[in-house]
């Protein structure tokens, strides 16, 4: 058995204990069945393989697990369970500048040491909105787990390191509880198998997904051109919601649809009443030290298994008048988000307007550049950065406004964030899009696509189907049901 080895920095900087195997491990499944753990993730990147797509996580067992639902506060702490009332974002921000520490052995990647997602129905918390519709699923607003033992994955080296902290102890109960702990985890690990990477054309989708246009989608385009023509807004996300029941477990669900698409951001989260499953193409947020960066996508196009077919595809999409127009609003959008932490001058855009290509769709992305302000921490800046500029519109307050009276149900977890962070100012959150939620037996996912002044209701509409493809066929292989029942 491996020895057990402090990090380089000792444990008056770090409070680590790390051990590093050869090759891939995970947690045993068979294991976890029935696990009481409060909340279970898994983040893997499955992209191209690029320094961007190296590491993958595992973790179980968090040692607080924080809940919230407008301004009540929900928290489960070694087992104790507490309510309290105020402003999440406040609350969690001070948990997590209080649990700051030095940098960790520059060897290691950012930690998910707190980790879970944000809701759209938190943006009342992030912007100034009187109202969002509920949650048709009834989740959380925000749910967020502080994680003391992580299973890390290097794909590029093929390591896997444990890591244990002993939070939230102190002193010599801090190296006893690591320790246990750690030992712990190594009873639930096993070596697994290689994962899909890189962008492989065997996973192109096959055929589309193209439901009736539904006639109050239609009136909801129709109205949304109107709020653009009366100059209110300049473009405006309209999603749909997909629902159908399933008696798949998530993990299934999860492990078909990541597979088939192969994308940088995904993960699960699996509570003890509900599960959010994410394949997401999008970075939202990631910091190193005072460097932050997005990748906001805006701009699709479908993929053809015929080379020459999807090439011309790409290469029509990087022309396109209107998906370019798209696309610079919301980078603008983007950049003025990150402006209202950064320091000035040091927000830019590079590269700008390029074409990445997921399994079945090649999209339009920019990165965002920017270095934070002295004093500014990047949980305050993501709760400035939300909603995501690409899943609501430009401006955004006005597009999320009118986006609640255009859509027939609330967005609730659907294209807030699902990530994480450590306390060594590092961090990574997507956007949640190519996502979906399964809770009592039932399984549901949104997709939706920007509305400028020259939309056609029928194409967007296609688009709307082109990126609901990959989830669809993901989920209906797997014994869901029809997956066209919008409501309840």
């Known amino acids: 058995m491996p020895e057990l080895l402090r990090s ?29 753990s409060p909340l279970t993730l898994s983040f893997e990147s499955r992209g191209p393989d690029r320094e961007e797509s190296r590491y993958s996580y595992e973790a179980r067992d968090p040692w607080l697990l924080f809940r919230s639902s407008g301004a009540t506060v929900n928290l489960e702490e070694n ?19 209080s649990s700051g520490r030095a940098p960790s052995d520059p060897g290691l990647p950012p930690l998910p040491e707190y980790a879970g997602y944000i809701g759209y129905g938190a943006s009342p918390w992030t912007i100034p909105v009187k109202h969002i519709r509920s949650d048709p699923f009834g989740l959380p607003d925000m749910a967020i787990g502080f994680f003391d033992v992580i299973l890390v994955r290097d794909r590029m080296k093929d390591r896997t390191w444990i890591i244990s902290t002993g939070l939230p102890e102190v002193g010599s109960a801090r190296e006893d509880r690591a320790y246990a702990r750690l030992r712990s985890m190594e009873e639930r690990i096993v070596p697994i198998k290689s994962r899909p990477s890189g ?41 749909r919601l997909f629902r159908a029941d399933t008696e798949c477990d998530p993990w299934t669900l999860y492990e078909n649809l990541a597979d088939r698409n192969l994308a940088s951001y ?8 509900f599960s959010l499953i994410s394949s997401s193409p999008e970075l939202l947020l990631r910091q190193r030290g005072d460097h932050v960066m997005s990748k906001p996508i805006k701009g ?14 790409a290469s029509a999409l990087l022309r396109s008048a209107k998906d370019r127009a798209e696309h610079v609003m919301i980078v603008d959008l983007v950049r003025n988000d990150i ?12 590269p700008f307007t390029v074409v990445e290509s997921c ?59 699902m990530g994480f962070g450590s306390f060594d100012r590092q961090a990574v ?14 399984v549901g996912f949104r997709v939706g696509g920007g509305i400028v002044a020259d939309s056609d209701p029928q194409m967007e509409w296609r688009e709307l189907a082109l990126k609901g493809s990959l989830l669809h066929e993901s989920l209906r292989r797997r014994g869901v049901g029809s997956c066209d029942r919008t409501h309840v």
């Open 8 to 36: 380089p920095n000792g444990w008056r900087t770090t409070g680590m204990l790390i051990e590093e195997r050869a090759g891939a491990y995970g947690l045993c499944r068979t294991v976890l069945s029935g696990d009481k």
């Open 79 to 97: 087992g104790v369970s507490s309510v309290q009332n105020g402003n999440p974002f406040d609350f969690l921000e001070d948990r997590i500048v």
């Open 199 to 239: 962008d492989d054309q065997d996973h192109v989708r096959k055929a589309e997904w193209l439901p009736p246009m539904p006639p109050d989608y239609e009136e909801a385009v129709g109205r949304a051109l109107e709020y653009i023509r009366d100059g209110q807004i300049y473009q405006a996300n309209l999603t």
């Open 266 to 273: 995904s993960g699960i989260l699996q509570f003890r009443d």
């Open 300 to 313: 699709t196009a479908a993929r053809s298994n015929d080379t020459v077919l999807d090439r011309a595809n």
């Open 339 to 350: 402006g209202k932490g950064a320091e000035f001058g040091s927000v830019s855009v590079d």
């Open 359 to 417: 399994p079945s769709v090649h999209h339009l992305v920019s990165t965002v550049h920017g270095r934070l302000r002295e004093g500014m921490t990047s949980w305050r800046l993501l709760q400035d950065m939300l909603p995501g500029g690409s899943i609501t519109g430009a401006p955004k307050i006005r597009a999320v406004e009118i986006i609640d009276k255009l859509e027939l149900d609330g967005r609730g977890a659907f294209y807030g964030t």
């Open 429 to 442: 959150w997507n956007l949640l899009i190519r996502s979906a939620v399964v809770k009592n037996g039932e």
